[in-house]
């Protein structure tokens, strides 16, 4: 019972639109007040006051009105415009027919005054003040001029007093109300306000570091595309102004090789990394050995140069991940690589892959140089630099990093261990598909 009587009570109070504050404590003041005009009209006619209860009662439906413009026809201006008059007339009317200055009607004003500055606008305030200072004023040299006018309603001072009570209590109970009201109402304007500040905030550091990734990234792109294309240039002109033994053109078009690889490598990495960015990715089942094995066998030729072996002890049956194809095999291939440019000649690369539970993870490890400990920090962002190999392998810059991207793109996770002169192991792991 309770539950419902919440329900109805937020309904109608408007508060499941999540409208402004005015609007909302328009619809609780215009609520309290209709049920507190009916128990005071219906307390004056247990005082012996018909009069007074009669013009209390008649104001409940025209209040009912100006609650049914405000909460539900959308016309808060014209409701709150309409509620202050007819506080005005109401007042004015109780004032002349409940006793005057000796009635409670001064309680009413003041009650009236704090409800209309609540929901009317701040500019406004001083019109609202103006005229009730006037009003008030008015009915007390009115009723000096003309205290014939005045309906004296109490036959002793008891009735008085009680009249006085009756009246004063439930306005304090509306203040009382009004007051937790504006708490509560104060405390979750503040929240809300401290909630989307914080939000601003993140999103600005967010912005912020954003900024500060894609400049490094600019800065990285212009020298791994700037550095091997001047090597190209220069070697090219080397081959045309000089005459060279076959043996030094052999080294120089093997270094051209090399250059042309790793430009290539690192433009594919741009490639797709521009081409995934702000797109919604769609991630497929596909078979995990299938697209690693496709990827050993481009490697192949770069670990023969240099007699490193690599062995991979991949299951039999499938092993279905949740992934993008051009994605993993990305990854593959840079982790790959690195493995084999790490690793000194004759040295091994081992690669496995392990299923657990609802997930899959692949190893690639190494027996190479390992990735000194002042380092791995950085090794999947930015600020990483690029090394040369054991051979001096030019880098090709961005590889960890857009790995990185690319698994948590994909709902997956990369990680690392590595001892210095002994070598390192990568793992990547994809939820099956």
Not at 185 to 200: F, M, P, Q, V
Not at 298 to 315: D, F, G, N
Request: with cysteine; aromatic share 10%; glycine share 6%.
């Amino acid at each position: 019972m309770i539950t419902s009587f919440k329900k109805w009570w937020i309904y109608l109070s408007g508060f499941e639109q999540h409208s402004q504050m005015e609007h909302r404590m328009f619809n609780v003041v215009s609520l309290i007040c209709f049920f507190t005009l009916i128990i005071i009209g219906l307390a004056n006619y247990a005082l012996g006051l018909p009069k007074v209860g009669n013009w209390t009662l008649l104001m409940v439906p025209l209040l009912a009105f100006v609650y049914y413009l405000a909460r539900f026809a959308d016309r808060f201006a014209l409701a709150s415009f309409l509620f202050a008059s007819l506080s005005y007339v109401m007042m004015m009317g109780n004032y002349l027919l409940n006793s005057g200055i000796n009635g409670p009607t001064v309680y009413g004003f003041l009650l009236t005054f704090l409800i209309i500055i609540l929901i009317t606008p701040p500019k406004t305030h001083i019109l609202w003040f103006s005229l009730h200072v006037i009003s008030v004023l008015g009915l007390y040299i009115f009723e000096a001029s003309n205290p014939s006018v005045i309906t004296y309603q109490y036959n002793d001072t008891y009735a008085q007093m009680a009249d006085h009570i009756l009246t004063y209590v439930p306005v304090l109970l509306f203040m009382y109300i009004a007051g937790i009201f504006l708490r509560k109402s104060y405390n979750s304007e503040k929240k809300l306000a401290d909630e989307r500040l914080t939000a601003i905030n993140e999103q600005k550091q967010e912005l912020e570091f954003t900024n500060k990734e894609k400049d490094r990234l600019f800065s990285i792109i212009g020298h791994d595309l700037r550095s091997p294309l001047n090597s190209i240039q220069g070697y090219l002109e080397i081959l045309n102004a000089t005459n060279l033994s076959v043996e030094d053109r052999n080294e120089i078009q093997h270094q051209l090789y090399d250059l042309t690889t790793n430009t290539s490598h690192l433009l594919n990495n741009l490639l797709l990394w521009s081409s995934k960015t702000g797109d919604k990715l769609k991630l497929s089942s596909l078979d995990l050995k299938e697209a690693t094995m496709e990827v050993v066998d481009l490697i192949q030729p770069q670990a023969y140069k240099k007699s490193v072996e690599i062995s991979c002890a991949v299951p039999k049956e499938e092993l279905v991940v949740k992934a993008e194809r051009d994605m993993i095999q990305l990854v593959i291939r840079n982790i790959l690589s690195n493995a084999v440019k790490f690793t000194p000649e004759k040295g091994k690369v081992n690669l496995w892959c392990e299923a657990n539970g609802q997930s899959v993870t692949m190893f690639i490890q190494d027996n190479g140089t390992g990735i000194p400990k002042n380092k791995q920090a950085d090794i999947f962002t930015s600020q990483a630099k690029s090394t040369k190999g054991t051979a001096h392998e030019s880098g090709i810059g961005l590889g960890l990093v857009l790995c990185k991207e690319f698994v948590s793109a994909m709902d997956g996770s990369i990680n690392f261990e590595s001892i210095e002169n002994e070598g390192s192991t990568f793992s990547v792991t994809l939820n099956k598909g």
